[in-house]
């Protein structure tokens, strides 16, 4: 299994464009998050879902959007980046059973903006 | 939500057991306590958990204390391959866990 998978690793974007990072996983999991670390500071959780079809806000949810269309694929749309979401994020997922708190998490996708 | 103190940093000699705490003064019964570490940039990795019983696995121990309002991770024999964030983290589910700066350990040969 290859786990999570984040793509792209790394990316640079001006103020004011858009793009998707991409999450998927092969685990079968149900639950899908994305969170963002900022330099020195722990991971705030962005938006999460419990299944295909149901997303729902985290902590920092505001210019972002997700969508759940399948099982595998939890991407994660910057609309009008701005220098706040220079950040790295993390997408994670876990089984609908087992330990509530066991998140399995990706390598991270790394955005600058400028 | 209930959230965890720890120190910012700690060494431990290569070889030696290494004793992280945290203190959840404000944890609910309903809450556990999660332990997870972050290597370099890497994603964040699970460790262990518990509610109010000690637990051990092939990575760590976890000691929680009586009144659940501290715990201690304890990782036996510290290799320099354990030099990581370890974040202490309480909560009902990974809708609610709160990854506060952690706790930086620095394994020295």
């Known amino acids: 299994n290859a786990g999570v998978t984040q793509t792209p690793k790394f990316r640079i974007l001006k103020i004011g464009q858009s793009m998707t990072l991409q999450c998927t996983q092969d685990m079968n999991h149900n639950y899908m998050y994305w969170y963002r670390q900022d330099p020195g500071m722990g991971l705030k959780l962005i938006y999460y879902s419990v299944g295909a079809g149901i997303t729902d806000k985290g902590e920092v949810p505001n210019g972002y959007n997700v969508s759940r269309s399948t099982t595998e694929d939890f991407p994660l749309r910057l609309e009008l980046a701005a220098p706040s979401q220079t950040s790295v994020y993390f997408c994670a997922s876990r089984p609908g059973q087992g330990v509530a708190g066991e998140l399995f998490f990706g390598e991270g996708s790394r955005l600058t903006v400028l | ?109």
Not at chain 2, 74 to 94: E, F, K, N, Q, S
Request: proline fraction near 6%; hydrophobic fraction near 30%.
């Open chain 2, 1 to 109: 939500d209930a959230k965890t103190t720890q120190p910012p940093s700690m060494d431990c000699a290569e070889g030696r057991a290494a004793n992280l705490p945290c203190n959840h003064s404000t944890i609910s019964g309903n809450e556990y306590v999660y332990w997870y570490r972050q290597i370099h940039s890497q994603g964040p990795q699970y460790i262990i958990h518990g509610l109010k019983n000690n637990e051990t696995n092939e990575m760590a121990s976890l000691i929680i204390t009586e009144d659940r309002k501290s715990s201690t991770l304890i990782l036996p024999h510290a290799t320099l391959r354990d030099t990581a964030v370890y974040y202490c983290i309480v909560g009902t589910g990974a809708n609610n866990l709160f990854f506060g700066t952690g706790t930086r350990l620095t394994v020295i040969p």
